[in-house]
């Protein structure tokens, strides 16, 4: 089987801190072009969302056959200071390999390119949807590729999607959905005055610290079979007054809900937006996702089968976590999310252990030949 660890070093070399463009995606494209994918890239956005690459690529099989797909991204987190090796100068070191990616997640990525090698051609039709814009606003990434793919007809009917979703060793965890999430920008207008003269003002913090007191106290429920409870955070606070002796005008805040299927973002957004109007505040909502659900079945069982045959157990199916591009591509069709380890996602020195990878894309390749009904 093509080294997975081999793929993932010319990964981890190509600096690609979000939004990503340029050399990284030519090294993917230089590793699928020889397996016979045809390969379509291109740039949306601008500055300070973009410029982002997308990559999609497709092996077509015989007509009529079944459409696996792979997603993921190529942009990384920012490494940040302290790293023993250059984070983009991949290093091994006993039975790991170091740099910024290892498992979140161009690890992954390797691992699907050295499975779809395993894989015969009249198999069936096989793709790959990767962005360069998961770890920041996702705006120009998955979304733009999801609609690329509908101009063409390509609609896969099962897609996996490599974030790290091992905890503890690797296949101990899929993901079979995620939470939804919406954040809101709270603001109380008030009047600016002298704090020996409150008469002549209008303080919006004691307004404020209301909304916040009221909105904290909710319990929006008590979770689901598969989702734990939805829970709301207050994440920012602020006045910006420098003057001791000044009421000040305006006083904002922040919040943000993770959420399961019994609500949206919009009525969670009405909500909130009902309490801040009741004292004399406005709510500003952004919604980033929401929750879905690929309910245990056929796709999930196909991912167990393969991980119990490489790996000898049995992943949890879980909902647990942030929010990935798998919130776009469920629009598509059934999702589901495995990939390595994420103990070091997002670190300093993060890594992977490079009997991992290799498994991985074992994994990887008894999934695609199960989703295309060759097992």
Known sequence: MTDASLLAEKLIAAPSVTPAT??????????????????????????????VENLFAIRAGPAGSK????????????????????????ERRGDLLYGR?????????????AAVAEVPRDAG???????GDEEGPAVHGTRALIDFMQERGDRPDLCLV????????????????????????????GTQGHVAYPHNADNPIPKLVAILAELDALVLDEGTEWFQPSNLEITDLEVGNPA???????????????????????????MVAAVAAKHGGTALPIISGEPFL???????QMIADAVEAEAGLVPEASTTGGTSDARFLRAVCPVIEFGLCNATMHKRDEAVALADLDALGRIYARIAAAALGKR
């Open 22 to 51: 340029g050399q990284v995606f030519d090294v993917l494209e230089a590793m699928l072009a020889p397996l016979g994918f045809e390969v379509h890239r291109f740039v949306r956005g601008e500055v300070p969302d973009g410029p």
């Open 294 to 300: 690929t309910p245990p079945g056929e796709f999930s």
């Open 162 to 189: 490599g974030e790290p979703t091992s905890v503890n060793r690797l296949g101990d965890m899929m993901k079979i959905g995620r939470r939804g999430s919406v954040n809101i920008w709270l603001e109380v207008e």
């Open 244 to 270: 001791h002796n000044v009421i000040p005008a305006k006083a904002t805040a922040r919040i943000s809900i993770r959420f399961n299927d019994r609500h949206s973002g919009a009525s969670l957004s009405e």
């Open 125 to 131: 039709t096989i793709s790959f949807i990767v962005t």
């Open 67 to 90: 459409h696996f797909a792979f997603a993921g991204h190529l942009d990384v987190v920012p490494p940040g200071e302290g790293w023993t090796s250059a984070p983009f100068a991949p």
């Open 101 to 113: 990616g290892a498992v979140d997640m161009k690890g992954a990525i390797a691992a699907m390119v």
